[in-house]
């Protein structure tokens, strides 16, 4: 589906230089997240600021590097929680585009006695399928790590306009960051979520996937055969995330496994995008890819292992998400 030229890593173009900027481009949205069930059976609900990309920039911001985030939400009170809450969290509003052509998209979000999540969105369309792409592509202008996910490629405008920028950012040196995160309900079926979500494997530098997502995302059931498939086919850098059992990488012929933290499970829900932020933040922090050691990518695992098991501690995902200090102070 891409070209030749597109599949050459941008990383050979990057540079150490100290701390980059990450940019996050996609969804920003409310999670309308379960709190409990009343004595008449009746859940209610708590309307927490998300959406993964999102969510990233919020945890690198947090954890001391530098963020940006491009995204759109309604011209609505939920869009200037959003907004606010952004600029709350040290991350630019610069990126986020107002929208008078849709309300604010929320995602329901039922919570299991486990603390495992279930999915609906009110998105008919959503304010988040309406970035502009050109006005996307100048945001994202700078940026030393371009970072996406799938829940952007379901609606096709918003495909576009992501995938545009992220060939625009790449062309232009950033490395490219993928969590793909499988949402059914938003897809047309699973064939085409399938051909879809790995089609834009190519252009990435970095992929976390987590243990449910292997063989949507390659084929392969076992973790470490997927990371070998993944880094196989160009991907510089990639990472299956396997619960509270931790997380397992591999880079070139290096891989490693890297137990996570036991803890009281309250919400799981921005748990996944806390890890990648961590551990995009370390990346960030050390100038880029080249030059990485096994040390240091079990260490960088271990730092976002941490920081996701605060999250899952907490309910909701941006306001359950750690500090610098938090992380550090518990490790």
Request: hydrophobic share 40%; proline share 4%; net charge negative.
């Amino acid at each position: 589906m891409f070209s030749d030229h597109e599949k050459t890593n941008s990383y050979e173009r990057f540079r150490n230089g100290g701390q980059v900027k990450i940019t996050a481009i996609g969804e920003i949205l409310v999670d309308m997240t379960q709190t409990h069930v009343d004595e008449s059976g009746i859940p209610h609900f708590s309307a927490n600021p998300g959406g993964a990309p999102a969510n990233v920039a919020v945890v690198v911001s947090r954890l001391g590097g530098k963020a940006g985030f491009i995204g759109c939400v309604g011209d609505d009170l939920y869009g200037k929680l959003l907004k606010d809450t952004l600029i709350r969290n040290g991350v630019p509003a610069d990126g986020l585009q107002v929208t008078d052509k849709a309300n604010t998209t929320l995602a329901i979000v039922m919570v299991d006695p486990s603390g495992e999540r279930s999915f609906s969105f009110y998105r008919k369309p959503g304010a988040d399928t309406l970035i502009d792409e050109k006005q996307a592509i100048r945001d994202a202008a700078g940026t030393g790590i371009l970072h996406f996910g799938s829940v952007s490629l379901t609606d096709p405008a918003c495909r576009n306009a992501v995938i545009n920028t992220i060939r625009a950012g790449r062309d232009a040196g950033a490395l490219i960051s993928y969590d793909p995160n499988y949402r059914a309900s938003l897809w047309e079926n699973e064939e085409t979520a399938l051909l879809l979500m790995r089609a834009v494997l190519p252009l990435c530098d970095i992929v976390k996937i987590s243990d449910e997502e292997t063989v949507l995302l390659t084929g392969e059931k076992e973790p470490e055969a997927a990371l070998k498939h993944l880094t196989d086919m160009g991907i510089r850098l990639a990472v299956v995330t396997l619960g509270s059992k931790g997380a397992m990488w591999r880079c070139g012929e290096m891989q490693g496994l890297v137990p996570g933290f036991s803890v009281k499970v309250a919400d799981t829900n921005g748990a996944g995008d806390t890890f990648f932020g961590a551990f995009l933040s370390r990346i960030a922090a050390r100038g880029g890819l080249e030059g990485l050691t096994e040390t240091e990518l079990n260490d960088y695992v271990r730092f976002a292992n941490k920081a996701a098991s605060i999250t899952a501690s907490r309910p909701g995902a941006i306001p359950a998400m750690p500090t610098l200090k938090e992380v550090e102070g518990n490790a």
